[in-house]
């Protein structure tokens, strides 16, 4: 066979030149497909454990102001109004909420989780992060003393006035974590699982004061000991305020979702209208400095 002349070969190496870079190029129709991102957040239709539905732990009890009645799941509360407004901002109606009882230290210790959003008082830090996801703050707390009335610990009137007293505190809190790192007392801290085994602990004398967020402070003076009082409130320590966040498993596909829904919120006034309704009276202590 003779040779193909030198004006077809060129013809041929340049088709063969430009089927090669129209394979490489990117095609239309792939590169027109809807990212999948833009779905992740699709409402009522997130990864969540159980399609269709969304699980929220708390601990037990589910303490006031927090909750009403014991009851996280009738909607009556603080947290439990915030769980189901961001239910309602994912997609999910009430009866698409389902509630598990998970332990306070259980929510944000290491490993996989049985929920997809906890909402328990958890303090947003960068230590509990290192095990588990939060969403956007959705409250900004104070921690606050309380002490029997006549108390010695009942007349501080600055954190120093608290260095002579036993504190106490729930395990894992950053009340606890205020008691070591601020007031930094000359005895050491009691600790207890639960808060309420540290208000048994006050009612006793076991302790001179409890350590507790100011909502509980004020729901604890003001229904379960008559006879304690609020010793006062601590400043904020600079930098970003201490919040409470939504815990996640670390590295779920549902945290960017979950935070969108907080800060929704946030921004429409509704986590506003909700700490009006059930948190109005913890808003006043005086401040120990």
């Excluded at 707390?141 to 501080?156: D, E, F, I, N, Y």
């Excluded at 402070?217 to 939504?246: C, K, N, R, S």
Aim: glycine share 8%; aromatic share 8%.
């Amino acid at each position: 066979m003779h040779p193909a002349p030198r004006a077809l070969r060129r013809a041929v190496a340049a088709v063969v030149v430009l089927a090669a870079a129209v394979s490489c190029a990117p095609q239309p129709e792939e590169a027109d497909k809807p990212s999948s991102a833009g779905k992740a957040c699709e409402k009522g239709e997130l990864a969540t454990r159980t399609s269709g539905k969304l699980t929220i732990a708390t601990d037990e009890p589910a303490y006031e102001p927090w909750f009403k009645d014991g009851k996280p799941a009738n909607g009556k509360g603080f947290e439990s109004a915030v769980a189901y407004a961001v239910a309602e901002q994912l997609g999910y109606g009430k009866d698409k909420v389902a509630w598990q009882t998970v332990p306070f230290n259980k929510a944000f210790a290491p490993g996989e989780k049985t929920f997809d959003f906890d909402i328990n008082q958890v303090s947003v830090s960068e230590e509990r992060k290192k095990a588990v996801d939060f969403s956007s703050g959705y409250y900004d707390v104070r921690q606050a003393v309380v002490a029997l009335k006549g108390s010695k610990a009942a007349k501080a009137k600055s954190v120093a006035d608290l260095k002579g007293v036993k504190l106490g505190a729930q395990v894992g809190t950053t009340s606890l974590n205020y008691i070591d790192d601020v007031v930094k007392p000359k005895q050491a801290a009691a600790v207890y699982a639960k808060n309420d085994q540290a208000k048994s602990a006050l009612k006793n004398g076991q302790v001179d004061a409890i350590v507790v967020d100011l909502p509980t402070a004020f729901y604890i003076t003001g229904a379960e000991i008559t006879d304690a009082t609020i010793v006062g409130q601590f400043a904020h320590q600079g930098g970003a305020p201490e919040q409470f966040g939504l815990v996640l498993d670390k590295g779920s596909a549902l945290t960017s979702c979950v935070s969108r829904a907080v800060d929704a919120l946030r921004e429409d006034g509704t986590l506003a209208r909700i700490e009006q309704q059930w948190l109005s009276d913890a808003v006043d202590a005086p401040v120990l400095k």
